[in-house]
T-cell receptor, first 111, second 115 residues
Framework: GNSVTQMEGPVTLSEEAFLTINCTYT??????LFWYVQYPGEGLQLLLKATKADDKGSNKGFEATYRKETTSFHLEKGSVQVSDSAVYFC??????????FGKGTMLLVSP | NAGVTQTPKFRVLKTGQSMTLLCAQDMNHEYMYWYRQDPGMGLRLIHYSVGEGTTAKGEVPDGYNVSRLKKQNFLLGLESAAPSQTSVYFCASSPLQDRAGTEAFFGQGTRLTVV
């Protein structure tokens, strides 16, 4: 079946540090890949996505590249801010059925 | 524009009581979903619907029922609440899915406590 594995958190960083949150997936075929973000007390919202191999999704300074050879979609940001503190979810859509989410990674950024 | 609206936002139930969570979307989306979010478990799909009048089981459907009588509404029912159903519930909707992976839009969540 389809599955998404994310690094466990919390990830604790100082402001302006470099961020990487690892995500790997298992799926048949060629899924689309997503990163969703959940700010405290809110629902999830789409951060970025990539729909085919070697695509790079980007938004708000965050980036992730669809790597089919390593089945990965790691999230990166060059300089995090306190306002980036949130829970980040990696997800895949296999082209049928529904989204499959990872368990989420909490990011805490201190001033 | 409202997007996806969940009612209520908070609720406390006693064990054995019943309740219905309402999800409404104004984007004319075909697909609707109910998830529960628990610490360390991420998001788990309870039930979903691919169109008006249709429903399907997700990963954790036991103890829940759903109905999609109107395209814009997706109801989640708990017939006899149990403490294990204490969770945050999220509704989501998306347009007809295609291979490009259409974005899902989420509501703000309902925090349910069963005592």
């Amino acid at each position: 079946g389809n599955s998404v594995t994310q690094m466990e958190g919390p990830v604790t960083l100082s402001e302006e540090a470099f961020l990487t949150i690892n995500c790997t997936y298992t799926a048949t075929g060629y899924p689309s890949l997503f990163w969703y973000v959940q700010y405290p007390g809110e629902g999830l919202q789409l951060l970025l996505k990539a729909t085919k191999a070697d695509d790079k999704g980007s938004n708000k300074g965050f980036e992730a590249t669809y790597r089919k050879e390593t089945t990965s979609f790691h999230l990166e940001k060059g300089s995090v801010q306190v306002s980036d503190s949130a829970v980040y979810f990696c997800a895949l859509f296999p082209g049928y059925s529904t989204l499959t989410f990872g368990k989420g990674t909490m990011l805490l950024v201190s001033p | 524009n409202a997007g996806v609206t969940q009612t209520p936002k908070f609720r406390v139930l006693k064990t054995g009581q019943s309740m219905t969570l309402l999800c409404a979307q104004d984007m004319n989306h075909e697909y609707m979903y109910w998830y529960r979010q628990d610490p360390g478990m991420g998001l788990r799909l309870i039930h979903y619907s691919v169109g008006e009048g249709t429903t399907a089981k997700g990963e954790v459907p036991d103890g829940y029922n759903v109905s999609r009588l109107k395209k814009q509404n997706f109801l989640l029912g708990l017939e006899s609440a149990a403490p294990s159903q204490t969770s945050v519930y999220f509704c989501a909707s998306s347009p007809l899915q295609d291979r490009a992976g259409t974005e899902a839009f989420f509501g703000q969540g309902t925090r349910l406590t069963v005592v």
